[in-house]
């Protein structure tokens, strides 16, 4: 091989090896959103909806994860992970939002990434108590 040819070959295979590069950088941007025009209540008075009737309480209704907080203060926020789109959960012990795919940790008040692989925090959403009627808004 002379050099020519030796340098048409290492030019090939350093392309060869980008490829996959490029794929991973790819795939590393993507980033999952919750869903968007979020409108809907939740009845406290129905069993169904019964677990935020406690602090520390959560449910997912509607793709949205809702974290009762305190008495009358509600964390609502996406329940899908922003790293692949897993479905979070919420850990009382720890006090953060928890996602089960590959350790994604974000905080419950603000939706930010406390640790772990998500590119970007979770969408935050409104939730208003008003007698039974918890209402999640965009
Ligand atoms: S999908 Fe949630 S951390 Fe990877």
């Not at 950088?25 to 909806?49: H, Y």
């Not at 203060?73 to 089960?100: E, Q, W």
């Amino acid at each position: 091989m002379d050099r020519k040819d030796f340098i048409k070959n290492a030019f090939a295979l350093g392309g060869l090896a980008l490829i996959p590069i490029g794929i991973a950088e790819s795939c590393r941007k993507q980033s999952f959103t919750g869903p968007a025009n979020v409108n809907f209540t939740l009845d406290l008075s129905n069993s169904a909806n019964s677990a935020l009737n406690t602090v520390g309480g959560a449910l997912v209704a509607n793709g949205v994860i809702v974290v009762r907080a305190s008495a009358g203060i509600f964390d609502a926020l996406s329940a899908t992970c922003t790293h692949a789109g897993c479905t979070v959960g919420y850990d009382s012990r720890s006090g953060n939002i928890l996602c089960p795919c590959h350790g994604g940790t974000y905080n419950v008040s603000t939706g930010s990434v406390i640790s772990g692989p998500p590119p970007s925090p979770l969408t935050k959403y409104t939730a208003t108590l008003s007698g039974n009627i918890l209402t999640v808004k965009s």
